[in-house]
């Protein structure tokens, strides 16, 4: 029962018991007390008869309002337990790790506890809650989802919408590339990696695929960085673009990315089949002297030299090479020589199941008769 409307009835009920005694008795009675301090007070009977009942009301309105004070502290402090359960919901929802909290209320504490073992997977499609700050996230989601940044949002990089988030920022713009490949997204990390199959590592390709088609200038500066985040696949890419005149880079850049980029054999084999297949009169002989360079300083990169030596047909220079190495060693180059006159594809030797792969495609060779001349004179 709420106090106003107990303290109305209360208050009702007084003046009718006062009004019906004073009506039935008009007496006066006098109370006298000799104990300690001698005084006397002199009353209508009706009032005597009123003044325990006004006690007793004072009494449970005071104990009343202890009471609605109790039951609201106890309603705040529920409030507050339930914020922290949405505060929690948000920090999962983001991927962020859960801050331990005390809860007042014991259910809740074990909800909060149960909370955290799940991983919150937001549906972005589903309806809102009209709890403005879930709300809120999720518009979010769906404006990262949709191709737009949002820079206020503070994702675990470990967050599967992280890598898109980051990627919307960089869109186009070479400079916001550039500046994205300086940044250490792996020192966010938490300890566990919540969402699997997410790495950070996309969003540093996304860059260097924007820095491909952006401004060379700043390609440079990005080449340069002692931590350039580059892969066998956006190396891959790089060079392909080089090898086209879309890009120029100097031969000393290029031997420093390839060393940075920690190639395996197969690998620098891959980039020399590339190369090879973009090779034109006027790039020859500075795409052989990158690989040159690159078999002196970096063993895994010589059986792509081999390989780039006997696509251009310099073959006795190969068989020279192939001299330093014990006779074990490179067999495909020992066997290109002694079978070529039988008409076999390089590629048959060095890599069979590309060249499996691409005859069923039917690739084109580019070049061919123009890479196969022996350039002794250049």
């Known amino acids: 029962m709420k106090i106003?409307?107990?303290?109305?009835?209360?208050?009702?009920?007084?003046?009718?018991?006062?009004?019906?005694?004073?009506?039935?008795?008009?007496?006066?009675?006098?109370?006298?007390?000799?104990?300690?301090?001698?005084?006397?007070?002199?009353?209508?009977?009706?009032?005597?008869?009123?003044?325990?009942?006004?006690?007793?009301?004072?009494?449970?309105l005071l104990f009343m309002g202890f009471a609605s004070l109790v039951q609201k502290f106890k309603s705040m402090t529920l409030h507050r337990d339930i914020e922290k359960i949405f505060t929690q919901i948000q920090e999962q929802m983001l991927g962020n790790p859960v801050r331990e909290r005390v809860f007042s209320n014991t259910e809740l504490k074990t909800l909060s506890k149960t909370l955290q073992r799940f991983?919150?997977?937001?549906?972005?499609?589903?309806?809102?809650?009209?709890?403005?700050?879930?709300?809120?996230?999720?518009?979010?989601?769906?404006?990262?989802?949709?191709?737009?940044?949002?820079?206020?949002?503070?994702?675990?990089?470990?967050?599967?919408?992280?890598?898109?988030?980051?990627?919307?920022?960089?869109?186009?713009?070479?400079?916001?590339?550039?500046?994205?490949?300086?940044?250490?997204?792996?020192?966010?990390?938490?300890?566990?990696?919540?969402?699997?199959?997410?790495?950070?590592?996309?969003?540093?390709?996304?860059?260097?695929?924007?820095?491909?088609?952006?401004?060379?200038?700043?390609?440079?500066?990005?080449?340069?960085?002692?931590?350039?985040?580059?892969?066998?696949?956006?190396?891959?890419?790089?060079?392909?673009t080089c090898a086209k005149g879309n890009i120029n880079i100097q031969k000393d850049v290029i031997i420093q990315t390839c060393k940075k980029v920690s190639m395996n054999e197969r690998e620098y084999l891959g980039i020399a089949i590339s190369v090879c297949e973009l090779l034109r009169q006027d790039n020859i002989n500075f795409w052989l002297s990158v690989f040159e360079s690159l078999s002196k300083e970096v063993e895994q990169s010589v059986l792509a030299y081999f390989y780039i030596l006997l696509e251009v047909g310099k073959t006795s220079e190969a068989m020279d090479l192939k001299q330093q190495y014990p006779k074990d060693d490179f067999l495909p180059v020992s066997a290109f020589s002694t079978l070529k006159e039988k008409g076999y594809p390089l590629l048959v030797f060095f890599d069979p199941l590309l060249y499996r792969a691409r005859k069923q495609e039917k690739v084109p060779t580019e070049n061919v008769a123009m890479k196969q001349i022996d350039y002794v004179n250049h």
């Open 4 to 60: 106003r409307y107990f303290f109305s009835f209360a208050l009702l009920f007084l003046v009718l018991v006062g009004a019906y005694t004073f009506y039935i008795s008009t007496d006066y009675y006098t109370l006298q007390n000799t104990l300690l301090v001698e005084f006397s007070i002199t009353l209508p009977v009706a009032l005597w008869i009123c003044l325990p009942a006004v006690f007793l009301f004072v009494l449970a």
């Open 119 to 240: 991983i919150l997977l937001p549906d972005t499609k589903s309806h809102n809650t009209n709890y403005e700050k879930i709300d809120s996230i999720f518009n979010s989601f769906k404006e990262i989802e949709d191709g737009k940044n949002d820079p206020k949002i503070r994702l675990n990089p470990s967050h599967p919408l992280y890598n898109l988030n980051a990627k919307n920022a960089i869109k186009d713009d070479s400079q916001k590339a550039f500046d994205t490949l300086k940044q250490d997204f792996d020192k966010d990390f938490m300890g566990q990696n919540l969402y699997t199959q997410n790495s950070t590592q996309a969003i540093y390709d996304k860059a260097w695929e924007v820095l491909l088609n952006g401004q060379q200038k700043v390609l440079q500066k990005a080449l340069n960085l002692d931590k350039n985040h580059l892969t066998y696949t956006t190396l891959l890419g790089l060079v392909k």
